[in-house]
Protein backbone atom coordinates (compact mmCIF):
# COMPACT_ATOMS: atom_id res chain seq x y z
CA UNK A 1 0.00 0.00 0.00
CA UNK A 2 2.98 2.25 0.84
CA UNK A 3 4.46 2.04 -2.72
CA UNK A 4 0.87 1.89 -4.15
CA UNK A 5 0.49 5.99 -2.46
CA UNK A 6 4.05 7.20 -3.21
CA UNK A 7 4.23 6.23 -6.26
CA UNK A 8 0.97 8.18 -7.28
CA UNK A 9 2.32 10.83 -5.05
CA UNK A 10 6.04 11.02 -7.43
CA UNK A 11 3.37 10.68 -10.46
CA UNK A 12 1.52 14.15 -9.39
CA UNK A 13 4.29 15.89 -8.44
CA UNK A 14 6.03 15.53 -11.71
CA UNK A 15 2.37 16.20 -13.62
CA UNK A 16 2.37 19.16 -11.71
CA UNK A 17 5.59 20.62 -13.54
CA UNK A 18 4.78 19.84 -16.31
CA UNK A 19 1.36 20.98 -16.23
CA UNK A 20 2.94 24.67 -14.67
CA UNK A 21 5.47 25.01 -17.75
CA UNK A 22 2.56 24.65 -19.81
CA UNK A 23 0.38 27.03 -18.58
CA UNK A 24 3.15 29.32 -17.99
CA UNK A 25 3.75 28.77 -21.22
CA UNK A 26 0.35 29.24 -23.30
CA UNK A 27 -0.40 31.98 -21.38
CA UNK A 28 2.55 34.19 -22.54
CA UNK A 29 1.47 33.40 -26.08
CA UNK A 30 -0.90 36.03 -25.87
CA UNK A 31 -0.60 38.52 -28.83
CA UNK A 32 -1.34 41.66 -26.62
CA UNK A 33 1.11 43.78 -24.92
CA UNK A 34 1.15 43.31 -20.74
CA UNK A 35 2.25 46.69 -20.33
CA UNK A 36 -0.57 48.00 -22.11
CA UNK A 37 -2.59 45.83 -19.87
CA UNK A 38 -1.37 47.43 -16.75
CA UNK A 39 -1.86 51.22 -18.05
CA UNK A 40 -4.85 50.29 -19.40
CA UNK A 41 -3.97 51.39 -22.75
CA UNK A 42 -2.22 55.03 -21.54
CA UNK A 43 0.56 56.04 -23.54
CA UNK A 44 3.36 56.49 -20.99
CA UNK A 45 7.20 57.50 -21.57
CA UNK A 46 10.25 54.94 -21.37
CA UNK A 47 11.12 55.30 -18.22
CA UNK A 48 7.58 54.56 -16.55
CA UNK A 49 7.72 51.50 -18.91
CA UNK A 50 10.97 50.06 -17.79
CA UNK A 51 9.97 50.77 -14.25
CA UNK A 52 6.27 48.96 -14.58
CA UNK A 53 8.84 46.29 -16.06
CA UNK A 54 10.98 45.70 -13.29
CA UNK A 55 7.98 46.16 -10.77
CA UNK A 56 6.52 43.21 -12.61
CA UNK A 57 9.26 40.97 -13.19
CA UNK A 58 8.42 41.38 -16.90
CA UNK A 59 12.45 42.43 -17.52
CA UNK A 60 13.19 38.86 -16.63
CA UNK A 61 13.67 35.99 -19.41
CA UNK A 62 11.13 33.57 -19.47
CA UNK A 63 12.59 31.70 -17.46
CA UNK A 64 13.72 33.79 -14.89
CA UNK A 65 9.81 34.35 -14.80
CA UNK A 66 8.20 31.05 -14.27
CA UNK A 67 10.70 30.14 -11.49
CA UNK A 68 9.62 33.20 -9.52
CA UNK A 69 6.40 32.59 -10.17
CA UNK A 70 6.72 28.69 -9.38
CA UNK A 71 9.12 29.75 -6.07
CA UNK A 72 6.92 31.98 -4.74
CA UNK A 73 3.85 29.33 -5.26
CA UNK A 74 5.94 27.88 -2.16
CA UNK A 75 5.44 31.26 -0.73
CA UNK A 76 2.19 32.01 -0.89
CA UNK A 77 3.20 34.88 -3.52
CA UNK A 78 1.82 34.43 -6.85
CA UNK A 79 2.43 37.34 -8.25
CA UNK A 80 1.05 40.73 -8.78
CA UNK A 81 -2.46 41.42 -11.13
CA UNK A 82 -2.00 43.80 -13.80
CA UNK A 83 -5.72 45.13 -13.85
CA UNK A 84 -5.76 45.51 -10.28
CA UNK A 85 -2.41 45.97 -9.05
CA UNK A 86 -2.65 43.94 -6.31
CA UNK A 87 -0.81 40.80 -5.14
CA UNK A 88 -3.08 37.55 -6.81
CA UNK A 89 -2.86 35.99 -3.20
CA UNK A 90 -4.43 39.13 -1.98
CA UNK A 91 -6.94 38.98 -4.62
CA UNK A 92 -7.93 35.33 -3.87
CA UNK A 93 -7.58 35.20 -0.11
CA UNK A 94 -11.05 37.36 -0.02
CA UNK A 95 -12.73 35.43 -2.96
CA UNK A 96 -11.29 32.18 -2.06
CA UNK A 97 -14.51 31.46 0.69
CA UNK A 98 -17.42 31.67 -1.57
CA UNK A 99 -15.36 28.84 -4.70
CA UNK A 100 -15.06 26.72 -2.34
CA UNK A 101 -18.08 26.77 -0.51
CA UNK A 102 -20.26 26.52 -3.78
CA UNK A 103 -18.38 23.99 -5.32
CA UNK A 104 -18.76 22.24 -1.67
CA UNK A 105 -21.97 22.80 -1.53
CA UNK A 106 -22.21 21.15 -4.65
CA UNK A 107 -20.83 18.16 -4.23
CA UNK A 108 -22.57 17.36 -0.86
CA UNK A 109 -26.04 17.61 -3.37
CA UNK A 110 -24.55 15.38 -5.44
CA UNK A 111 -23.52 12.68 -2.84
CA UNK A 112 -26.64 12.83 -1.41
CA UNK A 113 -28.83 13.07 -4.46
CA UNK A 114 -27.14 11.54 -7.51
CA UNK A 115 -25.84 7.83 -5.52
CA UNK A 116 -28.82 7.31 -3.77
CA UNK A 117 -31.58 8.17 -6.66
CA UNK A 118 -28.80 6.13 -9.17
CA UNK A 119 -29.12 3.21 -6.87
CA UNK A 120 -32.80 3.26 -6.25
CA UNK A 121 -33.25 3.68 -10.23
CA UNK A 122 -31.41 0.47 -10.66
CA UNK A 123 -32.85 -1.67 -7.89
CA UNK A 124 -36.56 -0.75 -9.71
CA UNK A 125 -35.17 -1.12 -12.99
CA UNK A 126 -38.10 0.20 -15.75
CA UNK A 127 -40.58 1.08 -12.95
CA UNK A 128 -42.54 4.71 -13.54
CA UNK A 129 -40.19 6.23 -11.68
CA UNK A 130 -36.57 4.70 -13.12
CA UNK A 131 -38.33 6.01 -16.74
CA UNK A 132 -39.17 9.77 -14.77
CA UNK A 133 -35.93 9.96 -13.90
CA UNK A 134 -34.11 8.64 -16.95
CA UNK A 135 -35.88 11.52 -18.61
CA UNK A 136 -35.06 14.00 -16.31
CA UNK A 137 -31.76 13.42 -16.07
CA UNK A 138 -31.42 13.27 -19.98
CA UNK A 139 -32.63 16.99 -19.63
CA UNK A 140 -30.57 17.88 -16.93
CA UNK A 141 -27.48 16.83 -18.36
CA UNK A 142 -28.12 18.57 -21.91
CA UNK A 143 -28.63 22.01 -20.26
CA UNK A 144 -25.76 23.93 -19.57
CA UNK A 145 -25.25 25.23 -16.35
CA UNK A 146 -25.58 29.20 -16.73
CA UNK A 147 -29.18 28.11 -18.58
CA UNK A 148 -30.35 26.10 -15.23
CA UNK A 149 -29.24 29.22 -12.95
CA UNK A 150 -31.01 31.69 -15.49
CA UNK A 151 -34.43 29.67 -15.02
CA UNK A 152 -33.49 29.18 -11.42
CA UNK A 153 -32.95 32.97 -11.15
CA UNK A 154 -36.81 33.57 -12.81
CA UNK A 155 -37.98 31.19 -10.86
CA UNK A 156 -37.25 32.43 -8.06
CA UNK A 157 -37.43 36.47 -8.25
CA UNK A 158 -40.91 36.44 -10.06
CA UNK A 159 -42.42 33.54 -8.64
CA UNK A 160 -41.41 32.39 -5.54
CA UNK A 161 -38.74 34.39 -4.04
CA UNK A 162 -37.61 32.69 -1.08
CA UNK A 163 -33.76 32.78 -2.29
CA UNK A 164 -31.85 35.77 -3.08
CA UNK A 165 -30.50 35.67 -6.79
CA UNK A 166 -27.23 37.63 -6.39
CA UNK A 167 -24.59 38.53 -4.34
CA UNK A 168 -23.00 36.74 -1.09
CA UNK A 169 -23.98 37.39 2.69
CA UNK A 170 -21.62 38.23 5.29
CA UNK A 171 -20.49 34.84 7.33
CA UNK A 172 -20.92 30.92 6.14
CA UNK A 173 -24.25 30.59 7.13
CA UNK A 174 -25.95 33.17 6.15
CA UNK A 175 -23.49 32.12 2.60
CA UNK A 176 -25.66 29.10 2.64
CA UNK A 177 -28.36 31.29 1.85
CA UNK A 178 -27.32 33.07 -0.95
CA UNK A 179 -24.86 30.30 -2.67
CA UNK A 180 -28.16 27.53 -2.71
CA UNK A 181 -29.43 28.35 -6.39
CA UNK A 182 -25.74 28.83 -7.82
CA UNK A 183 -24.76 25.53 -6.15
CA UNK A 184 -27.91 24.11 -7.37
CA UNK A 185 -27.36 25.52 -11.30
CA UNK A 186 -23.65 23.71 -10.74
CA UNK A 187 -24.69 20.34 -9.26
CA UNK A 188 -27.72 19.88 -11.42
CA UNK A 189 -25.65 18.55 -14.51
CA UNK A 190 -23.00 16.96 -12.46
CA UNK A 191 -26.09 15.24 -10.56
CA UNK A 192 -27.66 13.83 -13.88
CA UNK A 193 -24.69 12.52 -14.86
CA UNK A 194 -23.48 10.69 -11.67
CA UNK A 195 -27.12 9.44 -11.47
CA UNK A 196 -26.59 8.14 -15.06
CA UNK A 197 -23.14 6.27 -13.98
CA UNK A 198 -24.58 4.87 -11.33
CA UNK A 199 -27.97 3.41 -12.30
CA UNK A 200 -25.79 1.86 -15.05
CA UNK A 201 -23.50 0.78 -13.07
CA UNK A 202 -25.79 -0.55 -10.44
CA UNK A 203 -27.89 -2.37 -13.25
CA UNK A 204 -24.59 -4.46 -14.26
CA UNK A 205 -23.50 -5.41 -10.55
CA UNK A 206 -26.95 -6.60 -10.48
CA UNK A 207 -27.37 -8.82 -13.29
CA UNK A 208 -23.80 -10.57 -12.00
CA UNK A 209 -23.64 -14.35 -10.85
CA UNK A 210 -22.88 -13.01 -6.87
CA UNK A 211 -25.73 -11.61 -6.67
CA UNK A 212 -28.16 -14.47 -7.39
CA UNK A 213 -25.75 -16.58 -5.07
CA UNK A 214 -27.10 -13.74 -2.28
CA UNK A 215 -30.36 -14.05 -3.23
CA UNK A 216 -30.39 -17.73 -3.11
CA UNK A 217 -28.84 -17.34 0.20
CA UNK A 218 -31.87 -15.79 0.96
CA UNK A 219 -30.27 -12.64 2.08
CA UNK A 220 -33.08 -9.39 2.05
CA UNK A 221 -33.21 -7.21 -1.34
CA UNK A 222 -31.66 -4.12 0.92
CA UNK A 223 -28.99 -6.20 2.11
CA UNK A 224 -28.02 -7.52 -1.95
CA UNK A 225 -28.55 -4.16 -3.10
CA UNK A 226 -27.00 -1.54 -0.34
CA UNK A 227 -24.23 -4.15 0.80
CA UNK A 228 -23.55 -6.34 -1.75
CA UNK A 229 -24.30 -4.96 -5.38
CA UNK A 230 -23.35 -0.86 -4.30
CA UNK A 231 -19.90 -1.95 -2.98
CA UNK A 232 -18.83 -3.76 -6.32
CA UNK A 233 -20.22 -0.76 -8.25
CA UNK A 234 -18.54 1.89 -5.55
CA UNK A 235 -15.37 2.10 -8.02
CA UNK A 236 -16.68 3.65 -11.25
CA UNK A 237 -19.03 5.67 -8.92
CA UNK A 238 -15.95 7.24 -7.36
CA UNK A 239 -14.17 8.28 -10.64
CA UNK A 240 -17.41 9.76 -11.89
CA UNK A 241 -16.92 12.13 -8.44
CA UNK A 242 -14.00 13.51 -9.22
CA UNK A 243 -14.76 13.84 -12.21
CA UNK A 244 -17.62 16.05 -10.96
CA UNK A 245 -15.38 18.23 -9.01
CA UNK A 246 -12.96 18.95 -12.28
CA UNK A 247 -16.19 19.97 -14.08
CA UNK A 248 -17.65 21.47 -11.16
CA UNK A 249 -13.94 23.90 -11.16
CA UNK A 250 -15.20 24.58 -14.82
CA UNK A 251 -18.58 25.26 -14.25
CA UNK A 252 -18.13 27.38 -11.52
CA UNK A 253 -16.91 30.20 -13.63
CA UNK A 254 -20.25 30.42 -15.77
CA UNK A 255 -22.09 29.83 -12.50
CA UNK A 256 -20.42 33.20 -10.47
CA UNK A 257 -20.64 35.16 -13.69
CA UNK A 258 -24.60 34.13 -13.94
CA UNK A 259 -25.36 34.65 -10.49
CA UNK A 260 -22.61 37.77 -10.04
CA UNK A 261 -20.75 36.11 -7.38
CA UNK A 262 -17.53 37.50 -6.38
CA UNK A 263 -16.01 34.42 -6.55
CA UNK A 264 -12.33 32.70 -7.62
CA UNK A 265 -14.20 31.69 -11.20
CA UNK A 266 -15.42 35.27 -11.89
CA UNK A 267 -11.81 36.51 -11.23
CA UNK A 268 -10.94 33.91 -13.59
CA UNK A 269 -13.03 34.77 -16.62
CA UNK A 270 -12.77 38.78 -15.66
CA UNK A 271 -8.11 38.07 -15.88
CA UNK A 272 -8.47 36.46 -19.26
CA UNK A 273 -10.55 39.05 -20.84
CA UNK A 274 -8.31 41.71 -19.34
CA UNK A 275 -4.83 39.17 -20.34
CA UNK A 276 -4.23 39.55 -16.54
CA UNK A 277 -2.16 36.58 -16.79
CA UNK A 278 -0.27 36.32 -13.37
CA UNK A 279 -3.72 35.94 -12.09
CA UNK A 280 -4.86 33.61 -15.41
CA UNK A 281 -1.82 31.52 -14.53
CA UNK A 282 -2.49 31.37 -10.91
CA UNK A 283 -6.12 30.50 -10.29
CA UNK A 284 -5.89 27.64 -13.15
CA UNK A 285 -2.57 26.39 -11.87
CA UNK A 286 -4.30 26.23 -8.03
CA UNK A 287 -7.80 24.43 -9.88
CA UNK A 288 -5.40 21.86 -11.32
CA UNK A 289 -3.34 21.53 -8.14
CA UNK A 290 -6.78 20.69 -6.46
CA UNK A 291 -8.15 18.05 -9.44
CA UNK A 292 -5.35 16.40 -8.93
CA UNK A 293 -5.55 16.13 -5.39
CA UNK A 294 -8.92 14.74 -5.93
CA UNK A 295 -7.99 12.50 -8.19
CA UNK A 296 -4.97 10.94 -5.31
CA UNK A 297 -7.59 10.90 -3.32
CA UNK A 298 -9.75 8.23 -5.58
CA UNK A 299 -6.65 7.08 -6.37
CA UNK A 300 -5.87 6.07 -2.46
CA UNK A 301 -9.16 4.88 -1.70
CA UNK A 302 -9.49 2.52 -4.99
CA UNK A 303 -6.51 0.65 -3.25
CA UNK A 304 -8.53 0.28 -0.10
CA UNK A 305 -11.51 -0.43 -1.26
CA UNK A 306 -10.07 -3.02 -3.75
CA UNK A 307 -6.85 -5.31 -2.95
CA UNK A 308 -6.16 -5.99 -6.40
CA UNK A 309 -5.77 -2.08 -7.97
CA UNK A 310 -2.04 -1.98 -5.03
CA UNK A 311 -0.73 -4.59 -7.45
CA UNK A 312 0.13 -2.58 -10.37
CA UNK B 1 -22.01 -4.72 -50.98
CA UNK B 2 -21.03 -6.41 -48.42
CA UNK B 3 -21.77 -3.74 -45.98
CA UNK B 4 -25.41 -3.76 -46.74
CA UNK B 5 -25.68 -7.61 -46.31
CA UNK B 6 -24.20 -7.33 -42.53
CA UNK B 7 -26.75 -4.41 -41.46
CA UNK B 8 -30.03 -6.55 -43.16
CA UNK B 9 -28.41 -9.00 -40.90
CA UNK B 10 -28.34 -7.08 -37.83
CA UNK B 11 -31.90 -6.02 -38.66
CA UNK B 12 -33.47 -9.38 -37.73
CA UNK B 13 -32.64 -8.59 -33.60
CA UNK B 14 -32.55 -5.02 -33.48
CA UNK B 15 -33.48 -1.72 -35.58
CA UNK B 16 -32.13 1.88 -35.20
CA UNK B 17 -35.41 3.41 -35.45
CA UNK B 18 -37.17 3.30 -32.30
CA UNK B 19 -39.53 5.78 -30.58
CA UNK B 20 -36.92 8.15 -29.22
CA UNK B 21 -34.11 7.95 -32.20
CA UNK B 22 -36.93 8.87 -34.61
CA UNK B 23 -38.52 11.51 -32.59
CA UNK B 24 -34.44 13.07 -31.92
CA UNK B 25 -34.03 12.81 -35.43
CA UNK B 26 -36.86 14.54 -36.27
CA UNK B 27 -35.85 17.05 -33.89
CA UNK B 28 -32.30 17.18 -34.94
CA UNK B 29 -33.56 17.36 -38.82
CA UNK B 30 -36.06 20.27 -37.98
CA UNK B 31 -33.11 22.42 -36.76
CA UNK B 32 -30.73 21.46 -39.22
CA UNK B 33 -33.17 22.66 -41.86
CA UNK B 34 -33.51 25.68 -40.02
CA UNK B 35 -29.91 25.88 -39.88
CA UNK B 36 -29.23 25.39 -43.45
CA UNK B 37 -31.93 27.93 -44.97
CA UNK B 38 -32.02 30.15 -42.29
CA UNK B 39 -31.03 32.91 -45.49
CA UNK B 40 -34.32 31.89 -46.79
CA UNK B 41 -36.27 31.49 -43.70
CA UNK B 42 -35.95 34.16 -42.27
CA UNK B 43 -38.27 37.06 -42.42
CA UNK B 44 -35.57 39.87 -41.19
CA UNK B 45 -31.42 40.28 -41.40
CA UNK B 46 -30.14 38.42 -37.75
CA UNK B 47 -28.01 41.61 -37.47
CA UNK B 48 -30.29 44.76 -38.34
CA UNK B 49 -31.39 46.95 -35.58
CA UNK B 50 -34.59 48.58 -35.94
CA UNK B 51 -34.16 50.65 -32.79
CA UNK B 52 -37.81 51.73 -32.99
CA UNK B 53 -38.85 48.24 -32.75
CA UNK B 54 -36.36 47.74 -30.00
CA UNK B 55 -38.21 45.44 -26.95
CA UNK B 56 -41.15 44.72 -28.38
CA UNK B 57 -43.41 41.97 -27.92
CA UNK B 58 -44.77 39.39 -30.02
CA UNK B 59 -46.03 41.34 -32.73
CA UNK B 60 -47.62 40.47 -36.26
CA UNK B 61 -44.14 42.13 -37.84
CA UNK B 62 -42.24 40.32 -34.97
CA UNK B 63 -43.08 36.41 -34.31
CA UNK B 64 -41.33 36.37 -30.99
CA UNK B 65 -40.31 39.89 -30.40
CA UNK B 66 -37.51 41.92 -30.77
CA UNK B 67 -34.27 42.24 -28.56
CA UNK B 68 -32.55 45.54 -26.95
CA UNK B 69 -31.65 46.97 -30.49
CA UNK B 70 -34.68 45.81 -32.40
CA UNK B 71 -33.29 42.47 -33.92
CA UNK B 72 -36.18 39.94 -34.69
CA UNK B 73 -35.37 37.35 -32.19
CA UNK B 74 -36.97 34.29 -34.61
CA UNK B 75 -34.08 35.25 -37.18
CA UNK B 76 -31.39 35.34 -34.76
CA UNK B 77 -32.55 31.74 -33.71
CA UNK B 78 -32.50 30.70 -36.99
CA UNK B 79 -28.99 32.12 -37.34
CA UNK B 80 -28.09 31.16 -34.16
CA UNK B 81 -28.54 27.41 -34.89
CA UNK B 82 -25.85 27.84 -38.04
CA UNK B 83 -23.28 29.52 -35.54
CA UNK B 84 -23.74 26.81 -33.34
CA UNK B 85 -23.66 23.68 -35.31
CA UNK B 86 -20.77 25.06 -37.47
CA UNK B 87 -18.91 25.46 -34.50
CA UNK B 88 -19.76 22.43 -32.98
CA UNK B 89 -19.08 20.42 -35.81
CA UNK B 90 -15.65 22.23 -36.58
CA UNK B 91 -14.78 21.00 -32.91
CA UNK B 92 -15.93 17.84 -33.37
CA UNK B 93 -13.54 17.45 -37.10
CA UNK B 94 -10.48 18.97 -35.36
CA UNK B 95 -10.61 16.36 -32.58
CA UNK B 96 -10.90 13.82 -35.17
CA UNK B 97 -8.15 14.92 -37.63
CA UNK B 98 -5.80 14.57 -34.48
CA UNK B 99 -7.38 12.34 -32.32
CA UNK B 100 -7.70 9.41 -34.90
CA UNK B 101 -4.41 9.05 -36.55
CA UNK B 102 -2.56 9.68 -33.23
CA UNK B 103 -4.74 6.79 -31.83
CA UNK B 104 -4.37 4.76 -34.27
CA UNK B 105 -0.10 5.34 -35.10
CA UNK B 106 0.39 4.66 -31.27
CA UNK B 107 -2.21 1.51 -31.03
CA UNK B 108 -0.56 0.14 -34.10
CA UNK B 109 3.19 0.62 -33.94
CA UNK B 110 3.36 0.76 -29.75
CA UNK B 111 6.92 1.46 -28.39
CA UNK B 112 8.54 4.82 -27.38
CA UNK B 113 6.21 7.07 -29.67
CA UNK B 114 2.83 5.41 -27.88
CA UNK B 115 4.52 6.32 -24.15
CA UNK B 116 5.53 9.90 -25.63
CA UNK B 117 1.79 10.46 -26.63
CA UNK B 118 0.07 8.66 -23.71
CA UNK B 119 1.91 10.44 -21.51
CA UNK B 120 0.55 13.84 -23.03
CA UNK B 121 -2.58 12.48 -23.36
CA UNK B 122 -2.35 12.08 -19.44
CA UNK B 123 -0.94 15.52 -18.86
CA UNK B 124 -4.24 17.43 -20.99
CA UNK B 125 -6.30 14.78 -18.90
CA UNK B 126 -5.22 16.52 -15.47
CA UNK B 127 -6.67 19.38 -16.56
CA UNK B 128 -10.26 20.16 -16.08
CA UNK B 129 -11.22 20.43 -19.72
CA UNK B 130 -12.82 23.96 -19.48
CA UNK B 131 -10.35 25.07 -17.93
CA UNK B 132 -8.00 23.80 -20.19
CA UNK B 133 -9.66 25.56 -23.15
CA UNK B 134 -9.91 29.00 -21.07
CA UNK B 135 -6.09 28.69 -20.69
CA UNK B 136 -5.57 28.02 -24.11
CA UNK B 137 -7.87 31.06 -25.22
CA UNK B 138 -6.62 33.18 -23.04
CA UNK B 139 -2.98 32.10 -24.64
CA UNK B 140 -4.40 32.64 -28.30
CA UNK B 141 -6.04 35.56 -28.06
CA UNK B 142 -9.81 35.60 -26.71
CA UNK B 143 -12.41 37.46 -28.53
CA UNK B 144 -12.73 35.46 -31.61
CA UNK B 145 -14.43 32.33 -32.97
CA UNK B 146 -11.91 30.66 -34.36
CA UNK B 147 -9.99 30.90 -31.43
CA UNK B 148 -12.17 29.04 -29.05
CA UNK B 149 -13.35 26.10 -31.97
CA UNK B 150 -9.38 25.29 -31.77
CA UNK B 151 -9.35 25.39 -28.23
CA UNK B 152 -12.32 23.48 -27.36
CA UNK B 153 -11.23 20.87 -30.44
CA UNK B 154 -7.83 20.11 -28.67
CA UNK B 155 -9.72 19.59 -25.18
CA UNK B 156 -11.22 16.53 -27.28
CA UNK B 157 -8.20 14.60 -28.56
CA UNK B 158 -6.78 13.04 -25.50
CA UNK B 159 -10.24 10.96 -25.41
CA UNK B 160 -10.55 10.42 -28.55
CA UNK B 161 -7.23 9.40 -28.87
CA UNK B 162 -7.12 7.12 -26.40
CA UNK B 163 -10.50 5.36 -27.44
CA UNK B 164 -9.17 4.63 -30.87
CA UNK B 165 -6.01 3.34 -29.07
CA UNK B 166 -7.59 0.76 -27.19
CA UNK B 167 -9.72 0.06 -29.78
CA UNK B 168 -6.86 -0.24 -32.35
CA UNK B 169 -4.70 -2.37 -30.01
CA UNK B 170 -7.73 -5.35 -29.84
CA UNK B 171 -7.69 -5.18 -34.14
CA UNK B 172 -4.29 -5.38 -34.21
CA UNK B 173 -3.90 -8.78 -32.59
CA UNK B 174 -6.72 -10.41 -35.35
CA UNK B 175 -5.89 -13.17 -37.25
CA UNK B 176 -6.99 -11.30 -40.37
CA UNK B 177 -4.52 -8.11 -39.78
CA UNK B 178 -1.65 -11.20 -39.61
CA UNK B 179 -3.20 -12.00 -42.93
CA UNK B 180 -2.72 -9.01 -44.48
CA UNK B 181 0.63 -8.84 -43.17
CA UNK B 182 1.30 -12.13 -44.64
CA UNK B 183 0.09 -10.24 -48.02
CA UNK B 184 3.32 -8.08 -47.66
CA UNK B 185 0.11 -4.90 -47.38
CA UNK B 186 1.70 -2.11 -45.76
CA UNK B 187 0.76 -0.42 -42.85
CA UNK B 188 -0.49 2.23 -43.52
CA UNK B 189 -3.14 0.47 -45.67
CA UNK B 190 -3.26 -1.59 -43.18
CA UNK B 191 -4.32 0.84 -40.93
CA UNK B 192 -6.31 2.77 -42.80
CA UNK B 193 -8.16 0.57 -44.91
CA UNK B 194 -8.81 -2.24 -42.65
CA UNK B 195 -8.75 -0.99 -38.82
CA UNK B 196 -10.49 2.15 -39.24
CA UNK B 197 -13.12 0.01 -40.72
CA UNK B 198 -13.78 -2.01 -37.93
CA UNK B 199 -13.58 -0.05 -35.24
CA UNK B 200 -15.46 3.08 -37.01
CA UNK B 201 -18.94 2.40 -35.24
CA UNK B 202 -17.17 3.53 -32.10
CA UNK B 203 -15.85 6.37 -33.10
CA UNK B 204 -19.02 7.50 -34.47
CA UNK B 205 -20.92 6.84 -31.23
CA UNK B 206 -18.30 8.96 -29.55
CA UNK B 207 -18.18 11.99 -31.70
CA UNK B 208 -22.35 12.52 -31.45
CA UNK B 209 -21.93 12.19 -27.66
CA UNK B 210 -18.80 14.41 -28.55
CA UNK B 211 -20.70 17.05 -30.90
CA UNK B 212 -23.49 17.53 -27.90
CA UNK B 213 -21.07 18.63 -25.27
CA UNK B 214 -19.16 20.28 -27.73
CA UNK B 215 -22.15 22.66 -28.38
CA UNK B 216 -22.10 23.05 -24.34
CA UNK B 217 -18.68 24.32 -23.98
CA UNK B 218 -18.81 26.37 -27.34
CA UNK B 219 -22.04 27.83 -25.86
CA UNK B 220 -20.65 28.02 -22.26
CA UNK B 221 -17.50 30.22 -24.23
CA UNK B 222 -19.45 32.74 -25.70
CA UNK B 223 -21.66 33.24 -23.15
CA UNK B 224 -18.05 33.85 -21.37
CA UNK B 225 -17.43 36.38 -24.29
CA UNK B 226 -14.75 34.36 -25.30
CA UNK B 227 -16.18 32.51 -27.99
CA UNK B 228 -18.60 33.60 -31.02
CA UNK B 229 -18.95 37.78 -30.57
CA UNK B 230 -21.39 40.62 -30.17
CA UNK B 231 -23.22 41.19 -33.58
CA UNK B 232 -23.24 37.34 -34.98
CA UNK B 233 -26.38 35.38 -33.61
CA UNK B 234 -24.76 32.47 -32.02
CA UNK B 235 -27.39 30.91 -29.16
CA UNK B 236 -24.49 30.89 -26.27
CA UNK B 237 -24.20 34.42 -26.99
CA UNK B 238 -28.12 35.15 -27.30
CA UNK B 239 -28.01 33.86 -23.91
CA UNK B 240 -25.58 36.08 -22.50
CA UNK B 241 -27.49 39.29 -23.96
CA UNK B 242 -30.51 38.04 -23.02
CA UNK B 243 -29.68 37.70 -19.40
CA UNK B 244 -29.46 41.46 -18.66
CA UNK B 245 -33.06 41.93 -19.65
CA UNK B 246 -34.10 38.76 -17.63
CA UNK B 247 -37.24 40.62 -16.01
CA UNK B 248 -38.65 42.59 -18.68
CA UNK B 249 -38.34 40.15 -21.61
CA UNK B 250 -37.37 36.37 -20.39
CA UNK B 251 -38.17 34.58 -23.68
CA UNK B 252 -34.58 36.65 -25.04
CA UNK B 253 -32.69 34.53 -22.85
CA UNK B 254 -35.30 31.14 -22.64
CA UNK B 255 -35.77 30.59 -26.15
CA UNK B 256 -31.98 30.25 -27.09
CA UNK B 257 -31.74 28.32 -23.69
CA UNK B 258 -34.21 25.84 -25.11
CA UNK B 259 -33.01 25.63 -28.30
CA UNK B 260 -29.36 24.72 -27.02
CA UNK B 261 -31.36 21.46 -24.75
CA UNK B 262 -33.43 20.46 -27.93
CA UNK B 263 -30.14 20.17 -29.91
CA UNK B 264 -28.10 18.36 -26.92
CA UNK B 265 -30.99 16.41 -25.55
CA UNK B 266 -31.64 14.70 -29.39
CA UNK B 267 -28.09 14.21 -30.15
CA UNK B 268 -27.82 12.43 -26.68
CA UNK B 269 -30.64 10.06 -27.32
CA UNK B 270 -29.26 9.43 -30.96
CA UNK B 271 -25.93 8.59 -29.67
CA UNK B 272 -27.56 6.12 -27.18
CA UNK B 273 -30.03 5.01 -30.23
CA UNK B 274 -26.35 4.33 -32.33
CA UNK B 275 -24.96 2.97 -29.62
CA UNK B 276 -27.56 -0.10 -28.56
CA UNK B 277 -28.05 -0.44 -32.87
CA UNK B 278 -24.11 -0.63 -33.21
CA UNK B 279 -22.78 -2.87 -30.49
CA UNK B 280 -24.14 -5.92 -30.93
CA UNK B 281 -22.99 -6.72 -27.09
CA UNK B 282 -25.40 -4.16 -26.02
CA UNK B 283 -28.19 -5.11 -28.26
CA UNK B 284 -30.89 -7.50 -25.90
CA UNK B 285 -31.92 -11.07 -27.73
CA UNK B 286 -35.45 -11.07 -28.38
CA UNK B 287 -37.03 -12.83 -26.00
CA UNK B 288 -38.55 -16.37 -26.58
CA UNK B 289 -42.46 -14.80 -26.84
CA UNK B 290 -41.20 -12.08 -29.19
CA UNK B 291 -38.86 -14.36 -31.59
CA UNK B 292 -41.82 -16.69 -31.60
CA UNK B 293 -43.85 -13.80 -33.00
CA UNK B 294 -40.96 -12.69 -34.85
CA UNK B 295 -40.92 -15.98 -36.84
CA UNK B 296 -44.86 -16.71 -36.92
CA UNK B 297 -44.78 -13.21 -38.73
CA UNK B 298 -42.21 -14.03 -41.03
CA UNK B 299 -43.32 -17.52 -41.77
CA UNK B 300 -46.77 -16.14 -42.65
CA UNK B 301 -45.30 -13.25 -45.13
CA UNK B 302 -43.71 -16.05 -46.85
CA UNK B 303 -47.45 -18.02 -47.56
CA UNK B 304 -46.89 -20.73 -44.99
CA UNK B 305 -49.22 -21.44 -42.81
CA UNK B 306 -47.69 -24.26 -40.58
CA UNK B 307 -44.57 -25.12 -40.65
CA UNK B 308 -44.15 -28.87 -39.04
Known sequence: MFRYVSKRVIQLVIVFFIVSILIFAVVRMTPLDPIASISKGKAMSEETRLALMREYDLDKSWAGQYFSWIGGLFRGDLGKSFQYREAVSDLLSVRYKTSVQLVAMSTVMIVFLAIPLGVISAAHKNSLLDQTLTVTSLVFVSSPPFFTGILLMLLFTMVWPIFPTFGTGSDFWSNMKYLFLPSVSLAAVRIALSMRITRSNMVEQLQAPYIQTATAKGLSRRTIVYKHALKNAAIPIMTVTALDISGMLGGSVLVEKVFSLNGVGSLLADSITKSDYPVTQSITLIMVLVFMLCNLFVDIMYGIIDPRVRLD | ?308
Open chain 2, 1 to 308: MEKKKAFSAKRNTGTLFTIPVVISLVILCIIIFCAVFAPLIAPYDPVYQDISAAHSGSTEAHILGTDSVGRDLLSRLFYGGRTTIVGGLAIISLSILLGLPIGLFCGYYGGIIDSIFMRICDILLSFPSMLLAFVLVAGFGRGSMNNAIIALGVIYVPGLARLVRSLTLVEKNKIYVEALRSMCYSDLRIMFVHIIPNCISSVIIQLTLDMGYAVLDLAGMSFLGFGVQAPTADWGNMLNEGRGYLMQQPMLAILPGLCIIALVVSLNIFSDGLYRYLEPQQRKLPTFKKYDRMREKALRKAGVKNDE
